[in-house]
Each structure stands twice: as structure tokens, then as C-alpha cells.
């Protein structure tokens, strides 16, 4: 910059010949200022790098450009230039170029309309963020300055913009994801935008990366979900693009499709015109109303599970990551994520990393528990916690088995459906209230790494038409979205049967199951719909299920080991221990019902000071029964119980039954 900054004193000093209505002050100043200022140009100095050139040759600037960028550059880089840009614009302390002055300085006349295709909003230096032109004044007084970051970088400093740093993400190249080279061929052929969609379980921004390298191009991510609300998008683009140009590297914006929601042909617009190649990742497909011109459009490719161990392995460590772990469906990215996260923890904890502490962070860093619709138990379920015939619990380990291989499945393009239907998974769970359904669905969440999205139904009906449809739009698309097990409970009340159009209710509520069976076929995620009857559904349903569960009633033997389990996780008395053969065989509840119980004993149990024991599990189970409005047996449950009161005197109320006097009386 020093050579540039010499070249100035020339037309700096033909200006102050040409200013006749100079004070002799301020003419005498002048003249001394640039006496200082050639006798410090003339002097030998240090020579460093041309950036503002390397600039001009990645921007496309033509040379009054560079003699602008020069002027505006010139009073943060040298005070003595402040002081004259200061005394020729009439004032008497240092001050930036104005526009008038600039265009003095390098021979535009003022009246053409040289000054507003160099300077204007749309000048190809105010795009780039290279320039900034303050606004308010007349034109000609508007002042001309450089961003701080562009001052730093022509000084030969590239610390990073900080609104830039807050946003980056950091690649997980995989070799392979470009096919053909398609995408790494049309950056060296200079294609402007291509836009990678890349749905759940691809490798969009591996793919970006993987395609620049290729190319000899350095990569700059972005992610556009850690942008704030209210941030200036328009800014923000601009900077991005400015600070890939700084480093020579091409620019990947990922989530692009938030661009869309703001003012798409002005942003999109700005990635088209950026001075780099721009690879725009997204889940979402390209909209032709989004810009006239029709980008270079790839379709990322799923991320094997071999892809996946590769990249836990070098962020954990070989032997650390299980199968099941490899199987989770997170991008490359969200591995080195959670790796990071398990690590950290590990430290914190004192513990080793191993794969079920892996798995709990790729459960916390996979977005879905920012939501406050996902539901996030305090200790993820496990097969172990259900309950349940052998029959139900092989169909469950099979979904979750499904959903942990479907995109090793997809891959082979001859098993993808060509009919333009979705890859999802959707599951039917059936029976009584209390069966183990929603466990059921938590375990299996839990199983694939990913939150409960419960739908909550008073939030999705409304009795406006097309209201309802907006709502599950809503649901599904933040499904899709934050990676999410989608979960309707009491699915009979919006998935119910189609009936006889007989007014105009019916045809819109046949319209909404309609819309339903419509969009779940498309939906690219795990759905698992619980009802009560089965029956209710619509049948259409039922054909589009991949998987129908029944949960039945526990039989004796299934509420033996539904006690067993509930009582193991509290302390019981071992001088009036649980009868839990005679509770089975007497309680024919659901195991919601025998949780209840326990948990209501052991809260009766701590209130009094004591261990959990039979009479407090007797007192519950009354109470259990008469909350579900069902017959207390008249023996209230006591025939084989009667040894663990004997030493006790007093009265144990249960129901309308009375077991009163000594010891010896008991029974």
C-alpha cells in the first residue's frame, strides 16, 4: 500500500493548485503537509505484499476502483493524508475523503454518472462490502471509508470478522460423496451458485468441501441456523462472501433455504454475484420463484454407516464407537460434534469416552432437544425398561433395526420407491391405556439417538377449515427439520375413519385425513402413531403403517415382572415384604397402572418416614382402583397377605373392607 498511497501526492497536490479560494492558512498547511508527506514517500520504506491487487484481481475491480478503494483506505493508514483530505475540504482537523473529493482525486467529472456507477448502492465495491459511503448528506459531502476488516487485511492481518466466526462450521471431508466429480467440475468451470439439497442423513456439506478441495479451492462454511433473528441477512452475505474472497476460498452456506423466508431474489441474488464459487447445502428442494435463473441443482448422497465409523473412530478413537452408534443418522459435522462434546465430558466426569456416552451426546448436539416440543427424559429407556411379550418386542427391535440400516437400503437406487413417495418409517401401536405405548415409542427414540416430538392434538385441531392442515404442516416440517422421532398420541382423534359425506363437516374432516395420508407418504422421518382401538383408524392407514405393534393387557406371569421392575427401583420394608406373586395373580392392571401404584406407595412410604411395604402397595392399589372407578374385590386384596400384618395392631382400610384387632386376629 505504501507505493499507492505515494501515487496520491500527485493529484493531491494538482487539487490544492487548482483551489483558488484557498485561505493562504490553510494553503500554507496544505503545502507543508505534503512537503511531510513527499519527504516520507521519498524516503526508502518497507515494501511489503500488494493485497489491495490480489483484491482487485479476485473482486474484478477495474483500476479507478482501485484508486477509490486507495482514497477511501488512505486517512486510516496514514495521518498525514487525514490531515490534507481535512484542510482541503474546508475544515482545519484530519477527516475521511468525501465523495466529491474522491472523484476530484482520480479525474471523474462530477456531473457524469461516473460517480454513482463507482460509488452508488449497487457499485460493484459497495456489493462486496469493500466500501462503505455514508448517507444522509448531500452526495458529493457523503464521506468514503474501508470496514475495519478490510483496513486489517490490506495491512496484512486476517483475523476473522467476528459476525463471520460466530457462524462457521467446520467440514468432515469424506471421499467419495462426489460422484463423478459433477460438483467439483463445475466450480472449476466457474458456475456461480449450485445448490447441494441434502435431506436427513446426506452429506451436503461434506460433499461441498469435498468438491472445493477437489477443485484447489480453500472452503469457508457457514451455517445459517446459528444466525440470530435479528441479524441483518443482507449484511451477513455480503461479509461472508468478503471474508471467503479475503482467503482465497470458495463459500458454503449451509441451511440456505433461510435465505428464502427474508427477501430471496436480493440474497440469492448476492450469492450469485459473489467474487467465489458458492455451494448453498439445504434440505429443502430449489424454488424457481427464488431467482430468474435456474441454479446447478445436485442431490447430496446418503452418508453410508461404514462412512459413519470412519468418522467416530478419528474423533474417539478406534474401538470406542459400537454399530448402533455408527448407525445414528447424523451428518459428519454432528459426529465431530458429539465426539467433542463426549470428550469434554469425559474430562469434566473423570470417566472413559465409551459408546453410551457418545450416543448421549450425539442425543444432546442433534438439535432436536433445543425444542420444546421434543421430549427429553432424564435417563433415556431402553429395551430393558419394557415389559413385554416376546412377540411385540421382536416387532420393536425390528423398527428400530429398520431405521438404523434404511440409509445403507437407499442407497441401492433400484430399492428407492419411484413413485415419488418419502423414505420415512411409520409405525402403529395399539392397545389399552397403559400398555407400555408411549414407553415404548421413548425407548425407541432413545434407541436411534433422537428426541420425542410429542404432537400435542389441542395445538393441531381447529375448528376453522384449513386451519387443522396448517397446523400438521407446521409439525411435520419441524419434524423434518430438528431430526425427531414424530410421535401422535390418541392418534383415532385426527387419524380416524373417512365417513359419508353427508354435510359440510364431513367433507372437510375427510379432507383433513386425506391431507394426512397424503403427507405422511412424503414425510422422510420416524412416525409411530398410538391409539387405543386399532379399529378407529381410517384403513388407509393401516396399509401405510411399516409396522403394527399390539400391546396387550399383561397376563399374570407379564404383571409379575411388571412388579418386579417398578418395585426394584425403591427401597422396600424386609419386615413387611411385597407379596408379589399374590399382586399379580389379584391386580389385573396395565403396567401404567402398577407404576402408579408404586409410585404412589413410595411417596406414602417417605411421608411417614418408612420403607416401601406391603401395607403401603395395599393402601395404593385400593386407591388405584377406585381413581379407574373399578370394583375393589371384597377381600381387598389380602387373602394370601395376611402373614405380613401379623405383629401389627390397629385398622388397615382397604375399600370397604376392614381388617381390624390384634395380631392374632388378622385375616
Same mark, same amino acid.
Given at each position: 500500500?505504501?507505493?499507492?498511497?505515494?501515487?496520491?501526492?500527485?493529484?493531491?497536490?494538482?487539487?490544492?493548485?487548482?483551489?483558488?479560494?484557498?485561505?493562504?492558512?490553510?494553503?500554507?498547511?496544505?503545502?507543508?503537509?505534503?512537503?511531510?508527506?513527499?519527504?516520507?514517500?521519498?524516503?526508502?520504506?518497507?515494501?511489503?505484499?500488494?493485497?489491495?491487487?490480489?483484491?482487485?484481481?479476485?473482486?474484478?475491480?477495474?483500476?479507478?476502483?482501485?484508486?477509490?478503494?486507495?482514497?477511501?483506505?488512505?486517512?486510516?493508514?496514514?495521518?498525514?493524508?487525514?490531515?490534507?483530505?481535512?484542510?482541503?475540504?474546508?475544515?482545519?482537523?484530519?477527516?475521511?475523503?468525501?465523495?466529491?473529493?474522491?472523484?476530484?482525486?482520480?479525474?471523474?467529472?462530477?456531473?457524469?454518472?461516473?460517480?454513482?456507477?463507482?460509488?452508488?448502492?449497487?457499485?460493484?465495491?459497495?456489493?462486496?462490502?469493500?466500501?462503505?459511503?455514508?448517507?444522509?448528506?448531500?452526495?458529493?459531502?457523503?464521506?468514503?471509508?474501508?470496514?475495519?476488516?478490510?483496513?486489517?487485511?490490506?495491512?496484512?492481518?486476517?483475523?476473522?470478522?467476528?459476525?463471520?466466526?460466530?457462524?462457521?462450521?467446520?467440514?468432515?471431508?469424506?471421499?467419495?460423496?462426489?460422484?463423478?466429480?459433477?460438483?467439483?467440475?463445475?466450480?472449476?468451470?466457474?458456475?456461480?451458485?449450485?445448490?447441494?439439497?441434502?435431506?436427513?442423513?446426506?452429506?451436503?456439506?461434506?460433499?461441498?468441501?469435498?468438491?472445493?478441495? &477437489?477443485?484447489? $479451492?480453500?472452503?469457508? +462454511?457457514?451455517? =445459517? /441456523?446459528?444466525?440470530? !433473528?435479528? %441479524?441483518?441477512? @443482507?449484511? *451477513? #452475505?455480503?461479509?461472508?462472501?468478503?471474508?471467503?474472497?479475503?482467503?482465497? &476460498?470458495?463459500? $458454503?452456506?449451509?441451511? +440456505?433455504?433461510? =435465505? /428464502?423466508?427474508?427477501? !430471496?431474489? %436480493?440474497?440469492? @441474488?448476492? *450469492? #450469485?454475484?459473489?467474487?467465489?464459487?458458492?455451494?448453498?447445502?439445504?434440505?429443502?428442494?430449489?424454488?424457481?420463484?427464488?431467482?430468474?435463473?435456474?441454479?446447478?441443482?445436485?442431490?447430496?448422497?446418503?452418508?453410508?454407516?461404514?462412512?459413519?465409523?470412519?468418522?467416530?473412530?478419528?474423533?474417539?478413537?478406534?474401538?470406542?464407537?459400537?454399530?448402533?452408534?455408527?448407525?445414528?443418522?447424523?451428518?459428519?459435522?454432528?459426529?465431530?460434534?458429539?465426539?467433542?462434546?463426549?470428550?469434554?465430558?469425559?474430562?469434566?466426569?473423570?470417566?472413559?469416552?465409551?459408546?453410551?456416552?457418545?450416543?448421549?451426546?450425539?442425543?444432546?448436539?442433534?438439535?432436536?432437544?433445543?425444542?420444546?416440543?421434543?421430549?427429553?427424559?432424564?435417563?433415556?429407556?431402553?429395551?430393558?425398561?419394557?415389559?413385554?411379550?416376546?412377540?411385540?418386542?421382536?416387532?420393536?427391535?425390528?423398527?428400530?433395526?429398520?431405521?438404523?440400516?434404511?440409509?445403507?437400503?437407499?442407497?441401492?437406487?433400484?430399492?428407492?420407491?419411484?413413485?415419488?413417495?418419502?423414505?420415512?418409517?411409520?409405525?402403529?401401536?395399539?392397545?389399552?391405556?397403559?400398555?407400555?405405548?408411549?414407553?415404548?415409542?421413548?425407548?425407541?427414540?432413545?434407541?436411534?439417538?433422537?428426541?420425542?416430538?410429542?404432537?400435542?392434538?389441542?395445538?393441531?385441531?381447529?375448528?376453522?377449515?384449513?386451519?387443522?392442515?396448517?397446523?400438521?404442516?407446521?409439525?411435520?416440517?419441524?419434524?423434518?427439520?430438528?431430526?425427531?422421532?414424530?410421535?401422535?398420541?390418541?392418534?383415532?382423534?385426527?387419524?380416524?375413519?373417512?365417513?359419508?359425506?353427508?354435510?359440510?363437516?364431513?367433507?372437510?374432516?375427510?379432507?383433513?385425513?386425506?391431507?394426512?395420508?397424503?403427507?405422511?407418504?412424503?414425510?422422510?422421518?420416524?412416525?409411530?402413531?398410538?391409539?387405543?382401538?386399532?379399529?378407529?383408524?381410517?384403513?388407509?392407514?393401516?396399509?401405510?403403517?411399516?409396522?403394527?405393534?399390539?400391546?396387550?393387557?399383561?397376563?399374570?406371569?407379564?404383571?409379575?415382572?411388571?412388579?418386579?421392575?417398578?418395585?426394584?427401583?425403591?427401597?422396600?420394608?424386609?419386615?413387611?415384604?411385597?407379596?408379589?406373586?399374590?399382586?399379580?395373580?389379584?391386580?389385573?392392571?396395565?403396567?401404567?397402572?402398577?407404576?402408579?401404584?408404586?409410585?404412589?406407595?413410595?411417596?406414602?412410604?417417605?411421608?411417614?418416614?418408612?420403607?416401601?411395604?406391603?401395607?403401603?402397595?395395599?393402601?395404593?392399589?385400593?386407591?388405584?382402583?377406585?381413581?379407574?372407578?373399578?370394583?375393589?374385590?371384597?377381600?381387598?386384596?389380602?387373602?394370601?397377605?395376611?402373614?405380613?400384618?401379623?405383629?401389627?395392631?390397629?385398622?388397615?382400610?382397604?375399600?370397604?373392607?376392614?381388617?381390624?384387632?390384634?395380631?392374632?386376629?388378622?385375616?
Amino acid at each position: 500500500m505504501r507505493e499507492r498511497l505515494a501515487a496520491l501526492l500527485k493529484p493531491l497536490t494538482l487539487a490544492v493548485d487548482r483551489r483558488a479560494d484557498l485561505e493562504p492558512r490553510a494553503k500554507a498547511w496544505l503545502d507543508a503537509v505534503l512537503d511531510v508527506l513527499r519527504d516520507e514517500y521519498d524516503a526508502p520504506g518497507p515494501s511489503g505484499e500488494d493485497r489491495l491487487a490480489g483484491l482487485a484481481d479476485v473482486f474484478g475491480l477495474d483500476p479507478v476502483d482501485v484508486d477509490l478503494v486507495t482514497i477511501a483506505a488512505a486517512p486510516d493508514l496514514d495521518a498525514n493524508l487525514a490531515l490534507a483530505f481535512g484542510l482541503l475540504r474546508g475544515g482545519r482537523a484530519p477527516a475521511r475523503a468525501s465523495v466529491g473529493l474522491a472523484l476530484e482525486l482520480v479525474g471523474l467529472p462530477t456531473l457524469s454518472g461516473a460517480g454513482p456507477a463507482h460509488l452508488g448502492a449497487g457499485a460493484l465495491t459497495r456489493r462486496s462490502g469493500l466500501l462503505e459511503v455514508s448517507s444522509g448528506e448531500p452526495w458529493l459531502l457523503r464521506d468514503l471509508w474501508l470496514p475495519d476488516r478490510v483496513v486489517a487485511h490490506l495491512l496484512g492481518v486476517d483475523e476473522i470478522d467476528p459476525d463471520v466466526a460466530a457462524v462457521l462450521v467446520a467440514p468432515v471431508p469424506i471421499a467419495g460423496l462426489d460422484a463423478g466429480g459433477l460438483v467439483a467440475a463445475a466450480v472449476e468451470a466457474g458456475v456461480p451458485l449450485v445448490w447441494v439439497r441434502s435431506p436427513l442423513g446426506a452429506g451436503g456439506l461434506s460433499l461441498a468441501a469435498g468438491a472445493l478441495s &477437489a477443485a484447489g $479451492v480453500g472452503c469457508l +462454511a457457514v451455517d =445459517l /441456523a446459528r444466525v440470530p !433473528p435479528s %441479524a441483518d441477512l @443482507g449484511r *451477513l #452475505v455480503a461479509i461472508v462472501a468478503r471474508e471467503a474472497a479475503f482467503g482465497g &476460498a470458495g463459500l $458454503v452456506v449451509v441451511h +440456505a433455504e433461510s =435465505l /428464502a423466508m427474508h427477501d !430471496p431474489a %436480493a440474497l440469492f @441474488g448476492a *450469492l #450469485v454475484d459473489a467474487a467465489v464459487p458458492v455451494l448453498a447445502v439445504s434440505a429443502k428442494p430449489w424454488q424457481p420463484a427464488w431467482l430468474p435463473h435456474h441454479p446447478l441443482v445436485v442431490e447430496a448422497p446418503a452418508v453410508t454407516t461404514d462412512d459413519r465409523a470412519a468418522v467416530w473412530a478419528e474423533h474417539l478413537g478406534a474401538g470406542v464407537a459400537d454399530h448402533a452408534l455408527s448407525t445414528l443418522r447424523l451428518a459428519p459435522e454432528s459426529i465431530a460434534d458429539a465426539a467433542q462434546y463426549a470428550r469434554s465430558l469425559a474430562l469434566v466426569t473423570g470417566t472413559a469416552v465409551s459408546a453410551d456416552s457418545a450416543r448421549a451426546a450425539a442425543r444432546r448436539v442433534g438439535g432436536s432437544m433445543t425444542s420444546g416440543a421434543a421430549s427429553v427424559p432424564q435417563r433415556p429407556p431402553s429395551f430393558a425398561d419394557l415389559v413385554l411379550p416376546d412377540h411385540a418386542g421382536a416387532t420393536l427391535r425390528r423398527l428400530v433395526s429398520w431405521a438404523r440400516h434404511r440409509d445403507e437400503v437407499l442407497a441401492d437406487g433400484r430399492l428407492v420407491d419411484v413413485g415419488g413417495k418419502g423414505t420415512g418409517i411409520a409405525a402403529l401401536f395399539s392397545g389399552s391405556p397403559g400398555t407400555g405405548k408411549t414407553l415404548a415409542a421413548h425407548v425407541v427414540a432413545a434407541e436411534l439417538g433422537l428426541d420425542l416430538y410429542r404432537v400435542d392434538l389441542s395445538s393441531i385441531v381447529d375448528k376453522y377449515i384449513g386451519e387443522t392442515e396448517k397446523n400438521l404442516e407446521r409439525v411435520f416440517h419441524e419434524a423434518e427439520s430438528l431430526n425427531v422421532l414424530l410421535f401422535f398420541d390418541e392418534a383415532d382423534a385426527l387419524f380416524g375413519k373417512r365417513s359419508d359425506v353427508k354435510d359440510a363437516h364431513d367433507r372437510y374432516a375427510n379432507q383433513e385425513v386425506a391431507y394426512l395420508l397424503q403427507r405422511m407418504e412424503h414425510f422422510d422421518g420416524i412416525t409411530v402413531l398410538a391409539t387405543n382401538l386399532q379399529g378407529n383408524l381410517d384403513p388407509a392407514f393401516s396399509r401405510r403403517m411399516s409396522f403394527i405393534v399390539h400391546f396387550p393387557d399383561p397376563d399374570a406371569p407379564t404383571r409379575h415382572r411388571l412388579w418386579d421392575a417398578n418395585l426394584a427401583r425403591v427401597g422396600t420394608d424386609p419386615d413387611d415384604p411385597v407379596q408379589v406373586a399374590q399382586l399379580a395373580r389379584q391386580v389385573e392392571l396395565a403396567g401404567g397402572d402398577i407404576r402408579n401404584i408404586v409410585l404412589a406407595a413410595a411417596y406414602d412410604a417417605i411421608g411417614a418416614g418408612e420403607a416401601v411395604g406391603m401395607r403401603h402397595v395395599l393402601a395404593a392399589t385400593v386407591a388405584e382402583y377406585q381413581k379407574l372407578g373399578r370394583r375393589v374385590p371384597a377381600n381387598g386384596f389380602v387373602a394370601d397377605v395376611a402373614a405380613t400384618l401379623s405383629g401389627r395392631a390397629g385398622v388397615t382400610r382397604l375399600g370397604d373392607t376392614h381388617i381390624e384387632g390384634e395380631a392374632d386376629d388378622a385375616g
